[in-house]
């Protein structure tokens, strides 16, 4: 009888202290996230710049603030890596899946506005301080990168009719070529009917707005006769070929 | 043929419904565009390179995700029959008793050896929080059907230790030729605490079966056991609260009335026991619980 009430207490109290140590853990991993989700906020505040009438010219200036600021992040970071065991990312990952999808959308902003082209996952990777591989370490999750991708399509539909106000005619067009290679790349995924299927479900609206700022400028002659975008494309076909 | 089926719709459907219906349409179409867009792309591009990997990973892991839903299910199925095998137990002779209690040990090694080992090897070098959801279902039933099994052998609570350690395969089992490379390597199905606590919480609800099933065979003893060691587990759960999460709080809410329902039994076994003749006494019983359910809905 007493042996039976003895185990009874020990299984119990030892699933007690596993909450427990979790729990402490938990309050841990939150504390720096919050921080965290602050430098997130701070970079997006610097980014918002280019919206404004004058920042189409301060967009190098800005960028540069920007990568400034991801020193903080990757401290951030490396502060968690230390805190999460190394096979237990997914047990907690709810608590900086949201923060790290915001990150991804900062950095390709970023990335984007400094050489209108699409961030890599190792880029984004290197900019965050984390790792691409899931068998090195603390990671960028794959979901989270693409969520990221498609917040930074939401942005630069904004970012078109910002750049019209502004005067920029010309962006316009990029930013659809831009748009509808990153919609071409997410046809090819077979999507869950999860978060991330939702938010790509949104995409066509962000395609659409840019499409109907791009015939506005058309109709009434503000388009750049020679498509900047194809001459362009033209060109690095021809290198491709080439090499 | 298909668009037989849409006259069809069309004519079926109320007018203020085309409008939904054209949409639907218009997604299929998508749907075709796609396979064809898939087929249509250009392959050199950049962007479709980088996303055709991205694709391959995605499918990847949604492919063992649903592996692992379907290993799940075979699990919980055949854990349930490890419990009903068990139910069968109660008021049986002590030679029918060992039979019983034998063969669900053979079906629980096979459960061991069989699926458990699948999902092992299909959790190997994998995070397993990545694909908790898709096998906690079938951890949780496997553990209620260990945990009561020792129950009955033993009369005691199986540790968490004891289940984890049953779950360690080593590889050079199946393995004759490559047996010297791979005999010190092992897979494990790692069982979270969480899921043995939640397993454990749904033994109880077997226990409270067992005890009524035990007064109906007459067996006047067992309910006073059974009371006592659903007590015992009902203590611990109050005590760890709702941090553990979401799931602790509706599982100790179940338990609750396991727990009435038990205590209830015995209290009707000691006061109106000795009056009535253990035949009857079931019915006393049955009625005494149905008046109560009530009473817990109406609350």
Request: aromatic share 8%; charged share 30%; hydrophobic share 35%.
């Amino acid at each position: 009888m007493t042996t039976e009430t003895k185990s009874f207490a020990e299984i119990f109290q030892s699933f007690q202290k596993h909450i427990d140590t979790e729990q402490d853990l938990r309050e841990e991993i939150r504390l720096i996230v919050r921080d965290q989700e602050q430098t997130a906020r701070r970079i997006l505040t610097v980014l918002q710049g280019v919206h404004q009438p004058e920042g189409l010219r301060e967009i190098p200036a800005i960028c540069e603030k920007a990568r400034i600021l991801f020193e903080d992040v990757r401290k951030h970071f490396k502060e968690l890596k230390s805190k999460v065991p190394s096979d237990q990312y997914y047990k907690f990952h709810d608590h900086w899946r949201f923060v790290s999808q915001r990150l991804t959308f900062v950095a390709a902003l970023t990335v984007y506005l400094e050489t209108e082209s699409l961030i890599e996952r190792e880029q984004a990777a290197e900019m965050l301080g984390v790792e691409v591989d899931r068998t090195q370490g603390f990671h960028l999750d794959l979901e989270d990168f693409l969520m990221g991708l498609l917040y930074l399509a939401d942005e630069l539909a904004r970012f078109a009719v910002n750049s019209v106000t502004a005067g920029d005619y010309n962006r316009p067009t990029r930013l659809a070529h831009f748009m509808s290679q990153l919609d071409l790349g997410f046809r090819l995924l077979n999507l869950k009917n999860d978060s991330l299927r939702k938010k790509f479900d949104s995409l066509k609206y962000n395609l659409k707005k840019i499409e109907e700022v791009i015939y506005d400028l058309s109709i009434r002659g503000l388009k750049p006769q020679i498509d900047p975008v194809t001459a362009v494309e033209e060109n690095s076909r021809e290198d491709a070929v080439g090499t | 043929m298909s668009e037989d089926k849409q006259d069809k719709k069309v004519a079926g459907g109320p007018p203020w419904k085309k409008g939904g219906r054209g949409w639907k349409h218009k997604i299929q179409e998508d749907g075709d565009d796609l396979s064809k867009l898939q087929h249509q792309v250009d392959e050199s591009l950049p962007c479709v390179k980088v996303f055709r990997k991205f694709q391959e990973e995605l499918d990847a892991k949604h492919d063992k995700y649903e592996n692992l839903v379907k290993s799940s299910r075979d699990l919980t199925i055949e854990s349930k029959r490890i419990i009903f095998l068990l139910h069968r137990i109660t008021g049986c002779k002590e030679e029918t008793t060992e039979k019983l209690l034998s063969e669900a040990s053979i079906k629980i090694k096979e459960l061991q050896s069989g699926n458990l080992r699948k999902i092992a090897e299909q959790l190997q070098d994998e995070d397993i929080f990545y694909y908790l959801r898709s096998i906690s279902p079938g951890l949780q039933e496997y553990v209620e059907a260990v945990s009561f099994y020792h129950y009955l052998k033993d009369n005691r609570l199986v540790g968490f230790e004891e289940l984890q350690a049953d779950l360690v395969f080593h590889e050079e089992n199946d393995t004759s030729s490559k047996e010297d490379s791979l005999l010190s390597k092992q897979v494990l199905v790692p069982l979270p605490p969480q899921d043995y606590m939640l397993g454990i919480a749904d033994l109880t609800g077997e226990l409270m079966r067992k005890c009524i099933n035990s007064v109906g065979q007459g067996n006047l003893e067992e309910p006073f056991q059974l009371c006592h060691f659903i007590q015992n587990i009902y203590d611990a759960f109050l005590s760890f609260g709702n941090t553990p999460g979401r799931e602790f709080t509706r599982k100790i809410q179940t338990l609750r009335q396991s727990l009435k329902k038990v205590e209830n039994a015995c209290y009707t076994i000691r006061v109106r026991g000795s009056e009535i003749p253990k035949h009857m006494l079931i019915h006393v019983f049955n009625e005494e619980i149905s008046e109560n359910l009530e009473c817990d809905l109406t609350v």
